[in-house]
């Protein structure tokens, strides 16, 4: 029988799980972790590195290394959500052809699918070497809030991958059926998702039977922990201007370092009270002296800093209440999901709004691979009872004379669906149709998503008005949707099926899809192994290289001399592993040499 | 030939009985002392038939027959206004009939799932039409929250395509989907505490009107027959052929509006007066499926299935109650056409009686039968205006209920319908006309009728901005932009700052 992996491709993270013996399990890769950060670098060499090691280097290799490419995925070049991202981003977001986003790596344009689908491959692998055998089929999950471009921009990112994606499922609602499988739950649960970019929240009637419905699902898709590091950095870029008058976000490897450690903080400061970040030779000054940065964070103060944010989801968690039709009391569970989660004010903040203790049963990294495993076991095994009713997250209509938007199948609707309504010409001696599709909101179209539009012609002759034209919009049990347009004096007909909309023509996915597997074999045989001690190596030379010239510039402080020592502690390490082939603890001990470098390079970077 | 009289047996609750109108009709006409002839004559079926309903109406209890049956097929010929769904026996809600209703051909066609699988969905697809929605869910309609929840889920989990994912499906596949979305629908109504009482108001009004309306009908129908039968010649029209039961009313379409300037023709002609009413027709009936298959919604009185009876409501049961008992004593007098002004004032007496006792229908029914012993009395055609002006006004009231109810669940064209019926009962009430008109309008109904309410919600309230924009609304859905410009002229007068009616008058210009 045919294995079906469950991808959880999260804006920070990623996870792989698979149904094994009726078992829903998470795979770890090589590291021995079971999460991957979902980062891809391509290094001065040209070489591909995907994951932890790709974190590693983030700092040194700041403008070709992808994080948080989720974040851009199906979204339009134009659009704010992009706009903002690339001014905050240290690699390059450009245009592309189709209004599209794309990145620059090394002078080399990629799609965000085609980023998306290094991941995915690097997913696929993990979970290949674990099973020993090769794997096809996926499910693989997306926020409950994407829109449809989204969607399907993640399903081109699959089959990039050499993944045949059966089912796109919602994080929420997966983590849901990971809850409730194999147990006699009855019950409406609330799943409350706050990971690295996105907020969920979803309501489901889950029956002990196996059946799982979703009721009504809210969002935002802009909405995650990376939005609290940049409340952070904000801090600590203010009160470094303020104390030197120098905005480190000019520098695009400080940019680095304050959002790595302001994320370090946050999460430390999940389980203590107080943290120090503390980042030496940050920057120079005029004068070229090294700066540093030196700042304690107390929990309170981070809670200040992103209150607004965590409230922003309980607005979100009352208005899909409302839409279920539902009061706070007759929740009867609440998952909490995503990394965030483990954040004592969101926690809190949930709790106190549900008037429930959140449940603790579930792990809120793996749950949602876990459920994604669970979905593609049931819909490829004939015994499998479980069978799972989702909802559409948005509103899906037409454009309207005056540029309004016409609902046609509203938010939170179950499908499979459909819906129809009858239009009329405008214009007198009106001949032809558009239909523009649409997705969102907002009553004025401008303000939604256009998914797709087509032309319905040869309309009889007639006073404007006259003509009627019958618009059906279907949604079936994949997700995918299709309208089509009637003319209801003749009977002609005109449809589309909404796909290619994630800004990727059939032959650019095409090439991709080549590309990439020849990129897999290549990936295959240089092994990890390989890669972590070349990257070791790497990293030692550069190091000795800048030794001299920290020598001079630190020698005079007690904190230099010791930086130094500490230094060739690191390398001497690093050598001695290399030596040994001990893979694990090299790989774990390159975050030590990055770090190093880093420094390194910033106190010479700053006085020469 | 002894004549053939058929007898009420006492004690039983015909309320409760799966009745179509037609049979409730022909029980209702059960005396004991009218013939199977008079009754033929009386409710205008022929007697092969009325014999078939007869037999019925006696295996399930309701009478006792004073000759001896032959046996016969109950659903025999000249049948058609008879409603699609009448089980041979009453059943309980909860359980799913299964009468074979598709072609057993449909079977054939190749695909991945079993013979057993195949006809379940062959059986739920065909039987989704006049189904309520605890129909759909096969539970009863005093069964709690989890019972319909779990109803929904173990249905779902056969109908919802992806329990056969993967398979080719064929014309299974969207089948099961048409299946899986009105169970849906019916799930969203019920399984929510407030819309669940929002669905039992709708549906307990749709059957009080239903209830009404039907009365009402067989009211007016009643002395259009009497009056038949009043005339001389009409004794010998037991052979000729009365219509089969009440006709179903359409409304027929006036001629075009007229446009104060000539339209500018058309390349080709517009369709014939016949082609557009079979559209309209069509089109209402796919609205009030709102699918692709065309499906009965809301279930109508036509459409609903008896088995929806009894009426819970007390009033209306009584007031149906005295109405039939009404009726059939005032038939039972004039049955036997023999003039008399006694039998007159007894009618007349009868109608003030009900009448005091707030039998409205009672009162019609009396006074219907008065003016069939009397069609030129002038002060009984009055009375009789009156009473049955207040009987339309009574039910305008139920259909208001369960037109709001059906506006708020988006089903247009079952909107209009009953708005319609509102202003029709209230035609001074400026509201029902605005909603009938606004309504066709959404629905893409007959705009001749929404140019008629939206006149008149208009003439009602000339000063009421939103009226006039209505009333241009329509005449720009029809095409009639000088007559929508006039319009909305008055409107900006009326407004002149709304940016809606610019916009519009922008269009329209
Ligand atoms: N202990 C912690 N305290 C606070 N925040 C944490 C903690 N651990 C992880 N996080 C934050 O959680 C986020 C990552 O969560 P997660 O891995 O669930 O996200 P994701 O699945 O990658 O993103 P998304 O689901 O939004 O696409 C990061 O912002 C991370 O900083
Ligand atoms: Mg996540």
């Known amino acids: ?608 | 030939m002894a004549p053939r009289v058929p007898s009420l047996v006492s004690g039983v609750n015909v309320y409760a009985l799966p009745l179509s109108t037609k049979e409730g009709f022909v029980l209702s006409r059960v005396d004991g002392s009218a013939s199977v002839e008079d009754i033929s004559i009386m409710v205008g079926v022929k007697q092969d038939e009325l014999l078939a309903i007869l037999e019925r109406l006696a295996e399930l209890g309701a009478v006792k027959l004073s000759w001896s049956t032959v046996q016969r097929s109950v659903a025999g010929s000249g049948n058609a206004a008879r409603p699609p769904v009448t089980p041979a026996k009453p059943k309980p809600a909860a359980v799913p009939e299964p009468p074979v209703r598709y072609d057993p051909r449909e079977l054939d066609e190749v695909a991945a799932i079993s013979l057993e699988v195949k006809k379940r969905i062959l059986g739920a697809y065909y039987s989704l039409e006049g189904k309520d929605y605890y129909q759909l869910l096969g539970v009863a309609r005093d069964v709690d929250k989890k019972a319909i929840r779990s109803a929904y889920f173990e249905l779902s989990r056969f109908f919802h395509p992806d329990s056969q994912f993967g398979k080719e499906l064929g014309s299974f596949k969207p089948k099961m989907e048409s299946v899986f979305k009105r169970l849906t629908e019916a799930y969203d109504a019920l399984g929510r505490a407030p819309r669940r009482k929002e669905y039992d108001d709708y549906l307990a009004a749709t059957e009080r009107t239903s209830v009404l309306q039907q009365t009402l009908d067989q009211v007016q129908h009643d002395t259009e027959m009497l009056r038949h039968s009043q005339a001389p010649a009409a004794a010998a029209s037991v052979q000729s052929e009365p219509p089969a039961g009440p006709e179903p009313r359409r409304a027929v379409m006036p001629p075009p509006l007229a446009e104060t300037t000539p339209v500018q023709i058309s390349m080709r002609p517009p369709p014939s007066a016949e082609e557009r009413k079979a559209y309209a027709r069509d089109r209402l009936r796919r609205q009030l499926g709102g699918d692709s298959k065309p499906a009965s919604w809301p279930p109508t009185a036509e459409q609903r299935p008896v088995s929806s009876f009894p009426v819970s409501n007390e009033s209306s049961k009584d007031r149906r109650d005295s109405a039939i008992k009404g009726l059939r004593q005032s038939l039972r007098a004039s049955g036997h056409a023999t003039g008399g002004s006694d039998r007159l004032l007894a009618h007349l007496k009868q109608a003030k009686d009900a009448e005091s006792a707030g039998d409205l229908l009672g009162a019609a029914g009396a006074l219907q039968s008065a003016l069939a012993l009397e069609p030129e009395r002038k002060e009984i055609q009055e009375q009789y205006e009156r009473v049955s002006k207040a009987v339309t006004r009574s039910l305008a009231d139920n259909y208001e209920k369960q037109a709001r109810y059906e506006e708020k669940m988006g089903k247009w064209a079952a909107a209009a319908l009953s708005w319609e019926r509102v202003a029709e009962g209230r035609p001074e009430d400026e509201y029902a006309a605005h909603s009938a008109a606004e309504a066709l309008l959404k629905a893409g109904g007959d705009l001749h009728k929404a140019q008629r309410y939206a006149q008149r919600a208009a003439d009602l309230q000339p000063s009421r901005v939103t009226n006039v924009v209505l009333l241009a609304r329509v005449y720009l859905a029809a095409g009639l932009r000088l007559n929508a410009r006039r319009e909305l002229e008055k409107a900006v007068k009326l407004d002149p700052h709304d940016e809606m009616i610019s916009n519009l008058l922008h269009e329209a210009r």
């Open chain 1, 1 to 608: 029988m045919e294995t079906v992996i469950g991808i959880d491709l999260g804006t920070t993270n990623s996870c792989v799980g698979v149904v094994e013996g009726g078992q829903p399990v998470v795979i770890a890769n090589r590291g021995g972790y079971k999460t991957t950060p979902s980062m891809v670098a391509i290094t001065e060499a040209g070489k591909r590195l995907v994951g932890h090691i790709a974190k590693r280097q983030a700092v040194t290799n700041a403008e070709h290394t992808v994080f948080a490419a989720k974040r851009l995925i199906g979204r339009k070049w134009d659009s704010q959500q992009v706009q903002n991202a690339a001014s905050n981003c240290p690699y390059s977001i450009v245009k592309g052809p189709h209004n599209d986003v794309r990145i620059q790596l090394r002078g080399k344009m990629y799609s965000v699918p085609e980023v998306s689908a290094m991941i995915l491959q690097e997913m696929k692998m993990i979970a290949e070497d674990y099973l020993g055998h090769a794997v096809e089929k996926a499910v693989v999950t997306v926020p409950a809030y994407f829109n449809d471009g989204q969607r399907q921009a993640t399903k081109d990112a699959g089959r990039i991958a050499g993944l045949d994606v059966i089912r796109i499922i919602n994080e929420p609602t997966a983590a849901a059926l990971a809850y409730g499988f194999g147990k006699q739950i009855d019950k409406t649960v609330a799943v409350y998702d706050l990971g690295g970019g996105t907020f969920d929240i979803s309501i489901l009637e889950i029956s002990g039977t196996g059946v799982f419905k979703v009721v009504s699902t809210a969002g935002d898709t802009f909405l995650g922990g990376e939005d609290f590091d940049l409340r952070i950095i904000q801090w600590l870029v203010d009160s470094f201007k303020d104390e030197h008058g120098i905005d480190l976000r000019e520098d695009r490897m400080a940019l680095q370092r304050l959002k790595d450690a302001s994320e370090k903080a946050k999460c430390e400061l999940s389980s203590v009270e107080q943290t120090e970040v503390n980042l030496p030779f940050i920057i120079s000054n005029a004068r070229n002296e090294a700066l540093h940065l030196q700042r304690v964070l107390g929990r309170p103060q981070l809670e200040e800093l992103t209150r607004d944010l965590v409230e922003r989801t309980i607005q979100t968690c009352e208005q899909t209440l409302e839409e279920a039709g539902l009061d706070k009391d007759e929740i009867e569970d609440v998952i909490l999901v995503g990394g965030m989660t483990r954040m004592p004010l969101v926690q809190h903040a949930v709790e106190s709004f549900f008037e429930r203790e959140p449940n603790k049963g579930v792990h809120p990294d793996e749950v949602v691979a876990l459920g994604a495993a669970i979905q593609g076991m049931a819909l490829t095994q004939e015994a499998s009872e479980m069978i799972l009713l989702d909802v559409t997250p948005h509103t899906l209509g037409i454009m309207v004379v005056g540029g309004y938007f016409e609902e046609l199948i509203p938010l939170n609707t179950t499908v499979p669906t459909s819906r129809s309504k009858v239009f009329t010409t405008v214009r007198e001696n009106q001949t032809a149709v558009k239909i523009l599709v649409m997705q969102g909101e907002s009553h004025r179209a401008d303000e939604n998503e256009l998914l797709g539009e087509f032309i319905l012609t040869g309309l009889r002759r007639a006073p404007a008005g006259q003509v009627e034209v019958e618009v059906t919009f279907e949604i079936n049990a994949d997700g995918i949707v299709s309208v089509h347009a009637k003319d209801l004096e003749t009977g002609q007909q005109q449809s589309i099926t909404v796909t290619a909309t994630s800004g990727l023509t059939v032959d650019e996915i095409q090439n991709m899809v080549t590309e990439a597997k020849d990129f897999a074999v290549a990936r295959r045989v240089s092994d990890e192994v390989e890669g972590a001690t070349q990257e070791a190596e790497k990293l030692i030379a550069q190091i000795e290289q800048l030794f001299p010239d920290v020598e001079q510039v630190v020698a005079g402080s007690d904190f230099g001399r010791d930086a130094i020592e500490k230094a060739r502690g690191v390398v001497a390490k690093a050598r001695a592993l290399i030596k040994a082939g001990k893979i694990d603890e090299l790989s774990e001990q390159i975050d030590a040499l990055a770090r190093t470098q880093r420094m390194f390079k910033g106190v010479v970077g700053k006085v020469s």
